[in-house]
């Protein structure tokens, strides 16, 4: 039996397409286990969108380094953005015995048994890579990956040097996918890409993908992840607005709050623009969910651009913010923009928009509380008598009891609770 032991770094994309590689080794005599832990095969599914995911990048690529001195027999693989961008840093490292690029990553089964590989330019991919996935590692509910690759290039980000241009999976092949999760017990799919919003299948974009699930039978919840802003259609509002299944959330790559900011980091879109997205959305789905990205300290973001942000972001009606520092990427423009703003500021700025998410977070549960709104999620786990999940509206909830884990339960919000709320769960 062939022990593997697969660690993934960053976003939900990678999530689904680890899924995948594991998945490619159905009907061998294989054993996933914890990375830790004594393997034949790891495998390293790593990030590049900071320089900190490259740096745990590293890391796990010296454990399995470590654990293979102690095996000589076992092999190191590895794949992902970091891969893609770096692997002459990979290879420096010494000891790893295959680099794949993001393209072939789902075939390194197969890689492995026919023994020839090369690496490829991600930059010549046109094609959607579909393998199909029947269970996810360590995951309660499904990440689904429907587009890949990224032709914005703003001005801070390499991800679409390590992803490629935007390409699109068939919709008979979504619905596919989506359906062999369902038969695999999954009632929540969270639908993923690398930039969503650009989906499409001939006339076919992400609205005729929501009502294709909805459609589904068994199929509870439908989770969307993180769209650019300017992409937000009024379809993609009516879906939110009218779909049964599909979970009132929305996270936004928001980036920065300040016109000027924006420009530089070559955005499209203003903020104007923003607001006017937030009202509409706010006045469809007074409950919804709103999260935002920003990026604090892009070169030349001034106190006066700074404070821009942090007012409009206190003005919006959020739930919550992901905030990051400002990593600097090899050969993007905005590596070398002047003015680059020191790691002590940044740090001064990520802890002001992090105290601010915490009031916002805090303020949307008690708004939801006080309406008493309706909430739904899926059972995760057990927790000191309670059953956790995560809602629909993007809170985990404290149920009292131990209820049937994988169940669709609906509760209304009693109190904040920990990180989130307790419910009272409706008969």
């Known amino acids: 039996m062939t022990r593997i032991a697969i660690a993934t770094l960053g976003c939900k994309t990678n999530a689904y397409e680890s899924a995948a ?163 695999s017990g999954y009632k929540e799919i969270v639908l993923g890409g690398v930039n969503l919003g650009l989906y499409r299948d001939g006339t076919n974009a992400l609205p005729e993908v929501i009502q294709a699930l909805h459609d589904i039978e068994g199929l509870q919840l439908i989770r969307l992840s993180s769209l650019e802003p300017q992409l937000i259609t009024q379809e993609i509002i009516s879906s939110l607005q009218n779909g049964k299944k599909l979970c009132p959330h929305l996270h936004i790559a928001l980036q920065s709050g300040c016109d000027s900011v924006l420009g530089r980091m070559g955005r499209h879109y203003d903020t104007g623009q923003i607001r006017d997205l937030v009202d509409k959305l706010s ?79 805090e303020l949307y549960m008690r708004r939801l509380i006080n309406d008493q709104v309706d909430l739904r999620g899926i059972c995760e786990a057990h927790k000191d008598g309670y059953t956790t999940m995560l809602t629909d509206h993007y809170l985990r909830a404290y149920l009292p009891g131990e209820l049937a884990l994988g169940s669709l339960e609906c509760c209304v919000p009693t109190k904040t609770y920990l990180d989130g709320v307790l419910g009272q769960v409706e008969e």
Not at 299 to 310: A, H, I, M, V
Request: glycine share 6%; charged share 25%; aromatic share 8%.
């Open 21 to 183: 590689i594991v998945g490619q080794f159905d009907g061998q005599d294989v054993l996933v286990v914890p990375f830790d832990e004594p393997a034949d095969l790891y495998i390293i599914n790593t990030c590049t969108v900071t320089n900190r995911t490259d740096f745990k990048s590293r890391n796990l690529i010296r454990k399995a380094l470590q654990q293979k001195a102690l095996n000589p027999l076992a092999k190191v693989i590895v794949t992902g953005c970091y891969a893609q961008r770096s692997p002459g840093e990979i290879e420096a490292m010494g000891g790893v015995d295959l680099i794949v690029d993001n393209q072939s990553k789902l075939d390194i089964a197969t890689i492995l048994r026919e023994g020839s590989y090369q690496f490829g330019d991600i930059m010549n991919v046109t094609e959607f890579s579909y393998r199909p996935v029947s269970s996810m590692v360590d995951h309660s509910r499904a990440f689904q990956k429907i587009q890949d690759g990224c032709d914005f290039y703003c001005a801070y980000c390499a991800i679409p040097y390590a992803r490629g241009h935007n390409r699109s999976a068939k919709l008979s092949d979504v619905v596919a996918q989506a359906r062999l999760f369902v038969d």
């Open 283 to 361: 006045s469809s789905i007074p409950s919804i969910a709103l999260g935002f990205d920003v990026i604090v300290g892009f070169p030349g973001e001034s106190l006066e651009e700074f404070e821009q942000t942090r007012k409009l972001l206190d003005a919006l009606p959020i739930a919550y913010l992901h905030v990051f520092s400002y990593s600097k990427r090899k050969n993007t423009v905005a590596a070398s923009l002047p003015n680059q703003v020191s790691a002590a500021e940044k740090s001064k700025r990520t802890a002001i928009l992090a105290a601010l998410s915490k009031r916002k977070k």
